[in-house]
């Protein structure tokens, strides 16, 4: 068996020094490549940066969502308010157009009706 290591030494010792460069090729090529601190730090400092900006857009999402809450109650108001004055408006038509036909006592109890006089 000596013999045989001493015949092949030379084979040996370059399968081996072929193996330890066939691993370094590989650990070189398949490693993970390493970010500089400073991106990771500027990365991190934006990330940072993102999340208050996103903390402040919800705020102001929040106090836009109670404006348009208000917005549609006065909404609301204002058109209750249009069907209201139109109702009046008719009421008052009705009665010009009924004050058109009253004779004088009719006219006189009209106005001290309204008046209070």
Known sequence: MLELLNKY?????YVIV????????IWITTREPQMPTDYKA????????NTLLIKKQ??????IRVYENEIKAIDT?????KVKETIIKEYHHEIIQQVSH???AQI????KKRYNY
């Open 9 to 13: 030494k030379k084979q040996i010792a």
């Open 18 to 25: 072929g193996l330890f460069v066939l691993y370094g090729v």
């Open 42 to 49: 500027a990365i991190d400092s934006l990330t940072k940066a």
């Open 58 to 63: 919800n705020q102001l999402d929040s106090t």
């Open 77 to 81: 108001k204002i058109s209750n308010i």
């Open 102 to 104: 009253y004779n004088a």
């Open 108 to 111: 006189d109890s009209f106005f």
